[in-house]
């Protein structure tokens, strides 16, 4: 008997077999650093001589490992057998596909602490941020089994006399995976078992930051027993292997998670119809965020601050919902940002292998310098509350990647750090005259992913409910940290094709509907 989906728990940290544990698996994984790692097509190991290098961003120097990197030759390989394999995994009933993630989540889940650390190493996320990372992946896995077993039964439709009348969610057929580096288990994992569970089959193709967990999962996937070509490991250039797999006639669907940009270029690329091409492909794209949390003078202050700072700074700021803008009403601005800011300066950052740590490095020597910019920008256009720097490392990031969290107040709401993604640990502050005025600022970025209002008053959150146009919206709670089945999760505008994964409507974006009627 298949249970209720249930979240999976958070690990306590405090209990000390737990610490002990989480310090087991880091020793185990860096007894893993620096091997080499091949594509895998079809089943099968396949190195090649170009490679990249996967590094630690806690000490560039330090290689997690070295990886295989797919051609044009590769990808095209990966194709064929995917569109091989497809043509007996549709056939294959829907509880029998299930069973493998329910094994996929077992596996992950006996060796959470093992994952938790590749994140710590690879990405650097420090042990909660790791944790919940892993904590999501296994709900993705629980979840999608659990919805393509409903999907796949009696489906209610209106009954007709003399006939006999159902309809079946059928997959798609060969899917191009594309997930990001800030939860490369998680959505990686969500958007992999969603397609592979209804049927289709998928070419991976890993963020060039975290190929190590992605092949960590890879090889989880294999040990369920997943037929060859069903999931194919394809590490390589978006700008060759990516661009040419979403042109290729015989893609049928990309699920895409990043930036804007990438995902607008994806959307651009894939509608134009290829020679030999039978289908308007589908593309599911989540593409990152603005998000503002807005306070009024009704609001529980320090509740406000508390989520503020935790969605402001966790991991630090490297997430599509992480708060950019805090959007305060004129009467209690200055006791926010006076509280933020003392909150924030007892943060601590250092190596995230520390259990006390709460901010590790940003991802990259490139995001480094992105958010760099980014402070220098916003300095000019706000007054610097606190940050802006590199703490006692090294400011040209040679001894890490890591930056203070930065506080910048009177933003315009117009000001480059107001409206653009900054996807670090920057927190611009913006006041508002009233709570109409606060409202309409946090609406006024081409973005609509998640957002917060923290408020005591039912006129003004019945109002935010209505008008607050973002696709996660949050009341008297950070903007950060949806749960699978709770909050299904995906934005509006320029943040995607609100694909709301971890919910009831996900698996109909890599299914198709088809009607059939029999008359006796």
């Known amino acids: ?50 490679k990249l290098s996967s590094t630690n961003p806690s000490n560039p120097s330090e290689i997690v490992g070295n990886f295989s990197q797919a051609s044009v030759k590769e990808a095209d390989d990966a194709m064929s057998a995917a569109v091989t394999a497809f043509e007996t995994w549709k056939t294959v009933c829907p509880q029998k596909r299930a069973r493998h993630l329910f094994k996929a989540a077992a596996i992950m889940r ?30 993705f896995c629980e979840f999608y089994a659990r919805e393509m077993i409903r999907l796949s039964g009696p489906q209610p439709l209106t009954p007709s006399l003399g006939e006999e009348n159902e309809l079946q969610y059928i997959p798609l057929g060969v899917g191009l995976v594309v997930p990001p580096w800030n939860f490369p288990l998680a959505i990686l994992v969500g958007m992999t078992t969603a397609a592979i569970v209804a049927g289709n089959t998928v070419i991976l193709k890993p963020s060039s930051e975290t190929p190590g967990i992605a092949y960590q999962f890879y090889k989880v996937m294999e040990e369920t027993g997943l037929p060859k070509g069903v999931l194919n490991f394809l590490p390589g250039p978006g700008s060759s292997v990516g661009d040419h797999l979403v042109q290729n006639a015989k893609t049928r669907f990309i699920a895409f998670t990043g930036s804007k940009e990438v995902g607008l270029r994806i959307n651009e690329l894939a509608a134009k119809p290829q020679k030999g091409q ?6 599911i ?7 503002s949390i807005v306070v009024d003078d009704s609001a529980d202050i320090d509740s406000a601050v508390d989520g503020i700072v935790a969605s402001a700074f966790g991991f630090q700021g490297q997430k599509c919902s992480a708060c950019s803008r805090a959007i305060i009403h004129a009467n209690v601005y200055d006791e926010v940002l006076k509280k933020v800011v003392e909150k924030t300066k007892k943060l601590q950052l250092g190596s995230p292998e520390k259990k006390e740590t709460n901010m590790g490095p940003v991802a990259s020597k490139s995001q480094y310098a992105s958010v760099k910019e980014y402070i220098e920008i916003g300095s000019k256009e706000g007054k610097l509350e606190t940050g802006g720097g590199a703490g006692s ?23 480059r750090i107001s409206q653009e993604e900054i996807f670090g640990p920057v927190l611009a502050f913006i006041k508002a005259k009233d709570w109409s005025d606060a409202l309409k600022i946090a609406n006024n970025t081409e973005f609509g992913l998640t957002g917060a209002v923290y408020s005591g008053n039912r006129d003004n959150l019945e109002q935010a409910r209505r008008e607050f146009h973002v696709g996660n919206l949050y009341i008297n709670r950070k903007c950060t940290g ?18 709301k994964a971890g919910g009831r409507d996900y698996l109909l974006l890599f299914t198709q509907a088809k009607s059939i009627a029999e008359k006796y």
């Open 1 to 50: 008997m298949i249970t209720e989906f249930q979240n999976e728990p958070f690990t306590d940290f405090s209990v000390k077999a737990n610490e002990d544990a989480m310090n087991a698996a880091l020793k185990l994984v860096r007894s893993k650093l620096g091997q080499d790692y091949p594509l895998h097509i079809n089943g099968q190991a396949v190195e090649t001589e170009k």
């Open 110 to 139: 006996r060796r959470k602490f093992e994952f938790s650390a590749w994140l710590v190493v690879e990405i650097g996320k420090n042990w909660a941020e790791a944790d919940g990372d892993v904590a999501e992946a296994i709900d």
């Open 278 to 283: 039978l289908w308007i492909k589908r593309v």
């Open 285 to 291: 794209a989540e593409m990152g965020g603005k998000d």
């Open 393 to 415: 490392f090294a400011t040209d990031g040679k001894d890490g990647f890591y930056i203070e969290p930065t506080i910048i107040s009177g933003i315009d709401p117009m000001a």
């Open 482 to 499: 949806a749960l699978v089945g709770v909050h299904p999760f995906g934005g509006f505008n320029m943040s995607g094709t609100d694909s």
